[in-house]
């Protein structure tokens, strides 16, 4: 399809396992931003790409959390050392251009994490 | 401060009938944009309508209509003739220009129950 595709879109490990989200924003799409949503909650912003540069790292919660992009395109958010309170629903948005007004983010599907 | 608020945490609506949502934010930023997103019990979020700051007339898609008070610091999300497929949870979002960020905040979101 042509929207943001989010793998794997359930993910359930152990405490103190890594894992790693995939975010595959729209084609086209130079801006790519990554969102957690816990239960009943807004979204939490986490880290934002320009191109494969990170601009602003600023709601990434811990250092146990990082993200890549790669060729301007695919992300990944790893998650080092899992907590329980990671739990949440990590959602992915591609933007055509980050800066521009007017410009929706178009959101993925989420990744429903559970930390047991 | 919250930067968005939504004061409604669930809504009832009978079917065909018009309800508003409630969104007051906070900013500094005199350039600024504010948007409707719409997120079902399936979990994609779905953008609805985006409200510049410096638009001079209310924006309107569809169903969906803005009522953006300037002075008041708010921005409605109206829907009218509701359907069933409404029922959803709406969150209302800004970004911020002048500060960088490209981030949307977002508020905590409004349960809307449509009743047949």
């Known amino acids: 399809g042509a929207g943001v595709s989010q793998s794997p879109s359930n993910k359930v490990t152990e405490k103190g396992k890594d894992v790693e989200l995939r975010c595959d924003p729209i084609s086209g799409h130079t801006a790519l931003y990554w969102y957690r949503q816990s239960l009943g909650q807004g979204l939490e912003f986490l880290i934002y790409?320009?191109?494969?540069?990170?601009?602003?790292k600023s709601g990434l919660p811990s250092d146990r959390f990082s993200a890549e992009r790669t060729g301007g395109s695919v992300s990944t958010l790893t998650i080092q050392r899992t907590q329980q309170e990671d739990s949440a629903v990590y959602l992915c948005?591609?933007?055509?251009?980050?800066?521009?007004?007017?410009?929706?983010?178009?959101f993925g599907d989420g990744t429903r994490l559970s930390i047991l | 401060a919250q930067k968005i608020t939504q004061t409604q945490p669930g809504m009832f609506v009978q079917e065909k009938e018009a309800v508003t949502l409630d969104c007051t934010y906070d900013t500094s930023d005199p350039s600024y944009g504010l948007f409707w997103y719409k997120q079902p019990s399936s979990g994609e979020m779905i953008f609805l309508i985006y409200q510049g700051s410096y638009d001079q007339q209310n924006a309107t898609e569809g169903r969906y209509s803005l009522n953006f008070q300037k002075a008041r610091k708010s921005a409605n999300l109206v829907i009218s003739a509701s359907q069933l497929g409404d029922s959803a949870m709406y969150f209302c979002a800004m970004r911020e220009r002048q500060t960088g960020a490209n981030n949307l905040f977002f508020g905590t979101g409004t349960r809307l129950t449509v009743i047949p």
């Open positions: 948005a591609s933007s055509l251009v980050g800066q521009a007004s007017g410009q929706p983010q178009h």
């Open positions: 790409f320009q191109g494969n540069s990170a601009p602003d």
